[in-house]
């Protein structure tokens, strides 16, 4: 890795880039013993520019070995066009049936994204391009006959492309952004697409729609049964910033269509929050997954739009979430979208400490202090009649990042977290309503340097946020964690805490 000049931020077990910007996971696909990443890529320079798909391969999801550039911008020859890689979704064409790879490939690997052509200061259009590898991703050719679907819009984007089993055909979403709208294709052969049907309009359309991802998502607890889902990056229920919602409804291979009920009735203005923190945006799913890891697997980057550009970090900009396995669960307001990391995660705990149980009155305690940043905790907080119970997080001489709850909500506060000066956006809070199970608050929290993810009562809620403790007033990132109850006493049990390798 590139040597960094802000070293206490660089994530120690999430994905970050050597080098240079990063911003939405793409072509995420599994094939021969490989989880690929690509994502897009900033080549030159540690801002957003000259969008290419970066790529990192891995045997587990979670250690990555970083390769060369995929698919760099390109410059038409004769136009002198541009055209910038932008997001998109990677599969496998077994048996290289469509005959796109070199006759005599084995399985011909397959991206589809979108070309986002541009001269000068002038965009020109974006519309949807097809490549090729036959080396499992290392190196890539453009179709000839690109794009394979153009609509003659210059805000149509982000394909999420799947094959649909019951109908033997490839499915692509793309959103119409500045429309709020899906517009779904079919294609027998990846390269001739027809159009199928519209979905939008719903939700949340306070910004553009963004990264599309549509997927049966299995129901816990119910052999056998699943519902669609379709997942949409657009805005935040904070007004400033963009985040993720979903849908949960039907596909009959033609058009998905909204169940009302599901997770509940809920106007239609109103989203259904993926992530209430503020850096968990544009994920999609893997495809192709082999049928020891349990799916849909989706990665998010760990973003937001809003102050993207502004991180303190060098010489990387931006990192992924922990790959998450999802699922839904009914719950007395409907299905409800469930987030777990992957099972695979636990193969990174090292050390442990366990604390059995403690009560605490209207006073605070410090747990175990330990030097390593990078590590899961998980308790269980029973808050009985206390106003307020929660943890400082990351706590240094200056800085501490607040997780407690109170009033029925969990909220994140990193107003003081560190540095939030780079950016007026970066200072907040979050909140996310969480009901208790029989009186009982579940977490797991995963602290690593410059991240904080948590997963509340089994992945119903979770919150993921950045945060940027400031070496420069005396704050490294410790491990410093602190309990705290406020009016009244409440209690903390089976307290577990693993550094993570
Ligand atoms: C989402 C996004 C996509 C686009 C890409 C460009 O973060 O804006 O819609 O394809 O980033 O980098």
Request: hydrophobic fraction near 35%; charged fraction near 20%.
């Amino acid at each position: 890795l590139a040597q960094s000049t802000s070293p206490d931020y660089r994530p120690q077990y999430h994905f970050t880039p050597p080098q240079n910007w990063i911003n939405d996971p793409n072509g995420l696909v599994y094939y021969d013993g490989e989880y690929h990443l690509f994502y897009q890529h900033n080549p030159f320079g540690n801002e957003w520019g000259h969008m290419s798909w970066g790529h990192a391969v891995s045997p587990d999801l979670l250690h990555w070995e970083h390769l060369p550039v995929a698919i760099p911008e390109f410059t038409n020859p004769d136009t002198k066009a541009q055209t910038a890689i932008f997001s998109g979704s990677s599969m496998i064409d077994k048996g290289n049936k469509n005959g796109l790879c070199p006759t005599g490939t084995k399985d011909c690997m397959i991206a589809v994204y979108t070309g986002n052509v541009t001269k000068g200061d002038q965009q020109l259009a974006q519309y949807q391009n097809l490549a090729y590898s036959a080396d499992k991703g290392r190196t890539w050719t453009q179709y000839a006959k690109n794009p394979i679907v153009d609509i003659g819009s210059k805000e149509f984007r982000d394909p999420n492309v799947f094959w649909y089993a019951p109908q033997q055909k490839w499915v692509m979403a793309t959103v119409k952004a500045t429309e709020h709208r899906v517009a779904l294709y079919e294609s027998k052969d990846l390269k001739n697409w027809q159009f199928m049907s519209h979905f939008g309009n719903v939700g949340d359309t306070t910004k553009v729609w963004e990264c599309p991802a549509l997927m049966p998502v299995p129901i816990q607890n119910e052999k056998g049964k699943s519902r669609w889902v379709l997942f949409i990056s657009a805005g935040h229920p904070q007004a400033d910033y963009v985040g993720m919602q979903y849908f949960v409804g039907t596909f009959n291979g033609k058009e998905f269509k909204l169940d009302p009920a599901n997770p509940r009735p809920i106007a239609p203005s109103v989203m259904n929050v993926v992530d209430w923190g503020k850096d968990y945006y544009a994920a999609i799913q893997y495809n192709n997954l082999p049928t020891e890891q349990r799916g849909p697997v989706m990665i998010g980057w760990l973003n937001n739009w809003a102050y993207a550009n502004h991180l303190p970090t060098t010489p990387f900009k931006g990192a992924m979430s922990l790959p998450r396995q999802i699922s839904l669960k009914r719950t007395r307001t409907g299905l409800q979208l469930i987030q777990q990391p992957i099972e695979g995660v636990t193969r990174l705990r090292g050390d442990r400490r366990i604390q059995k149980i403690l009560r605490l009155t209207n006073q605070s305690q410090p747990l175990d202090q330990t030097t390593s940043n990078a590590y899961e905790l998980e308790l269980e907080i029973v808050p009985g009649a206390a106003k307020t119970v929660g943890l400082k997080l990351a706590k240094g001489p200056k800085s501490e990042t607040i997780l407690q709850y109170t009033d029925g909500l969990l909220q994140l506060d990193r107003r003081r977290s560190g540095n939030v000066s780079f950016d007026k956006r970066f200072p907040s809070i979050e909140e996310a309503p969480v009901a208790l199970q029989n009186g009982v608050l579940k977490l797991r929290i995963f602290i690593d340097k410059s991240i904080i993810e948590v997963f509340a009562n089994n992945g119903e809620r979770v919150i993921t946020d950045q945060i940027f403790p400031n070496p420069a007033t005396g704050d490294t990132p410790s491990g410093g964690i602190e309990l705290f109850v406020d009016g009244g006493s409440a209690v903390f049990r089976n307290i577990t805490r693993w550094t993570y390798k």
